[in-house]
């Protein structure tokens, strides 16, 4: 994926909050710990140059999806597509710095935000193995957060203690990956 995940849905529900806290209490809500996360939501970015660079580096993509709907989405999107299944790495998913203190703070898992939040405006590609390495070299700011697996694998999250979860999509119809 081509950066942070959850922050577009953690932004909002921090502002929801301290709209609320206005709203009944009167007082200023002071936003500057979760700057970037509100940021997030705000104004959602997406590098330009990132294709370009894709195409100068010879490392081409097999499949890639844009994340507006949360990664499950995408995830159970690229699943459908490709006919394989998919396992993801919770503890690879990448996240802003005070993701998990702000997640901590409003009660709301952090890798849930990822998965099934939105509005995150990422890439997420599958790439040749044989180009692993050097993907990993030339894209730093990419994060490699699992691999295609055996149709039978199905679509898992994976903990860090290896138990897999089968992924849900909010919204998703399992009519469609048929």
Do not use: C
């Not at 159970?76 to 703070?105: C, H, W």
């Not at 898992?109 to 998965?115: E, I, K, Q, R, W």
């Amino acid at each position: 994926v081509s950066g942070n995940l959850g922050g577009a849905y953690l932004g909002m529900r921090l502002l929801e909050r301290e709209r609320q806290r206005f709203q009944k209490e009167g007082t200023q809500p002071d936003l500057e710990k979760y700057r970037m996360i509100v940021g997030e939501y705000l104004k959602p970015s997406l590098n330009p140059n990132i294709l370009d660079n894709i195409e100068e580096s010879g490392v081409l993509p097999s499949t890639g999806y844009l994340i507006t709907r949360g990664l499950s989405d995408s995830i159970k999107q690229l699943v459908r597509d490709t006919g394989l299944g998919a396992k993801v790495y919770a503890q690879m998913i990448p996240f802003e710095g005070n993701s998990f203190a702000l997640g901590k703070e409003l009660d709301i898992d952090t890798v849930s935000a990822a998965l099934n939040g939105g509005e995150d405006y990422r890439l997420l590609f599958t790439i040749p193995i044989m180009t692993a390495e050097q993907f990993r070299r030339d894209f730093q700011t990419f994060d490699i957060i699992g691999h295609l697996a055996q149709p039978e694998a199905g679509t898992v999250l994976v903990t860090p203690e290896g138990v897999e979860f089968p992924v849900k999509a909010q919204g998703w119809r399992e009519a469609e990956t048929e």
